[in-house]
């Protein structure tokens, strides 16, 4: 079985010569032109070795790097390289020394030290991940998931499928509020448990997309303006990570909607709800009731719309 | 052709058609000495190991495609540097190709523009006051690169 390796590079010419390089090495080698389409790749491909361009646009590479080993924790988590033309000093002090990367090469990088490098890392952790899911069948069709869900789907009883979404009962949604401010973050976790949500909270982006990653919510409250990786950028991963049909409801927080360019006010139609901080709890908590409602309206459509088709596909069972 | 190729010491298959003599020799033509020693002035503009190197792994083809689109990054750029206010209102920018053609540039062998480029990315982002320097050396790196470059490219027609 080849090593599989991830190439992320934004520069679709370097992207070209590394993985024709690579390729000649006898690699398998899938390529990545930004963070998201990193983090999504990793996620489902079990790569050995993810070979990052440390400087890419959006989602940097370190940011990537921290989610691609957090998400990929449970499955295999594949060595990261970083690839660099600025100075490993200056690499060291971005990092702070509690770097997520396993080694750095300095672009433009040297087949024989960057393979050497690739070796070295892969041999000392080989990720077990592509060739456990290969022997566990994991690695199954869409189709053969799609079976798999429709016969779940019909064992379970009428009574079983219609208890899990209840749409008045606020104990059966989870809530995560992601806000960089401590002092917000536990007043709105304390006002929306009073009314009964299953809430959550994350200080940034990352931390949000990592429990989202380990955790089904039906609604993320999103504080627009967050370092590292703001409002909008991380909306965009969750929509990226969970799918468009699975994704939770989306509420942005600002402190200051008036003051939003119009690129910002047109980018924010990733969010269901904008609501300005200033507005008080009871906009915020309106909003959320009709998130969560709606939220739980789509999913017991889904339920039944998968039903009806699982019932077709399999009706003897 | 025949002698850029002993060169090169590429296998002939994998190597683009020469436009002309003058560039069969460009590699060997030593670089002009700057009036004072610029950092990364004693890297050669074209390191012929690393451009054959890379030269191997690709179809000749691919190569002179990247090698025209290495030329228009550096000529976009330079064009960039030579604008009126290069430096105050557009520097971001020209920190951003300078970012892309040093990772590029070096990977094709051109080591004194992939050094200078990153010198110049890194200044922009630092706010050095040295990048007016910086500019020219630049400026300089990228028309001998360019020149070098403009010789593995054969002729339109």
Not at chain 1, 105 to 112: F, G, R, V
Request: with cysteine; hydrophobic share 45%; glycine share 6%.
């Amino acid at each position: 079985m080849p090593t599989r390796i991830l190439v992320v590079e934004d520069d679709v010419m370097q992207s070209d010569v590394l993985a024709a390089m690579l390729e000649e090495q006898g690699f398998y080698v899938e390529t990545a032109e930004s963070g998201m389409d990193a983090i999504k790749k990793a996620r489902v491909g079990w790569f050995d070795v993810v070979l990052m361009d440390y400087h890419i646009p959006g989602v940097d590479g370190l940011a990537t790097a921290r989610l691609i080993s957090d998400l990929t924790k449970a499955t295999g988590r594949p060595r990261l390289i970083a690839l660099s033309t600025a100075t490993e000093a200056l690499l060291a002090r971005e990092v702070g020394g509690k770097t997520v990367f396993d080694a750095v090469e300095k672009k433009p990088w040297a087949p024989q030290s960057l393979l050497a490098t690739i070796k070295r890392c892969h041999e000392a952790a080989p990720n077990p991940g592509y060739r456990w899911a290969a022997d566990n069948e994991v690695l199954v069709s869409r189709s053969g998931r799609r079976r798999r869900m429709a016969e779940q789907l019909v064992t379970m009883s009428d009574t079983e499928s219609s208890a899990i979404h209840d749409e008045t009962d606020p104990e059966t949604a989870h809530i995560l509020v992601v806000d960089d401010d401590d002092l917000l973050q536990s007043f709105f976790k304390l006002a929306l448990e009073a009314e009964g949500y299953g809430v959550d909270t994350a200080t940034n982006g990352l931390d949000a997309l990592r429990k989202i990653g380990l955790s089904r919510y039906d609604l993320v409250i999103l504080d627009y303006q967050m370092p590292e990786i703001d409002g909008f950028a991380t909306a965009g991963l969750i929509f990226e990570l969970v799918g468009k049909r699975d994704r939770p409801q989306l509420i942005a927080l600002t402190s200051a909607p008036e003051r939003l360019s119009d690129q910002e006010k047109g980018s924010l139609s990733v969010f269901d709800a904008i609501i300005s901080k200033s507005h008080g709890m009871e906009s915020v908590l309106a909003a959320v009731r009709q998130s969560i409602a709606y939220k739980k309206r789509q999913s017991n459509l889904e339920v039944v719309n998968v039903k009806q088709l699982a019932s077709q596909l399999y009706p003897s069972a | 052709m025949l002698i850029a190729m002993n060169a090169l010491d590429i296998p002939m298959a994998s190597l683009p058609a020469m436009r002309n003599d003058t560039a069969a020799s460009a590699p060997q033509v030593p670089c002009p000495a700057p009036a004072a020693p610029a950092p990364g002035s004693d890297l050669p503009v074209l390191a012929l190991a690393t451009l054959k190197r890379t030269a191997a792994f690709l179809k000749p083809a691919v190569l002179v495609s990247h090698l025209k689109t290495l030329t228009e990054r550096g000529e976009t750029l330079l064009r960039g540097l030579r604008g009126a206010e290069a430096l105050t209102g557009n520097s971001g920018t020209l920190a951003s190709s300078a970012h892309v053609l040093a990772g590029s540039a070096g990977m094709f062998g051109f080591e004194r523009l992939a050094f200078v480029a990153c010198r110049f990315e890194t200044a922009v982002q630092s706010g050095a006051i040295e990048l007016p320097d910086l500019a020219k050396d630049l400026s300089a790196a990228l028309e001998v690169s360019i020149h070098e470059m403009r010789c593995f490219i054969p002729a339109a027609g």
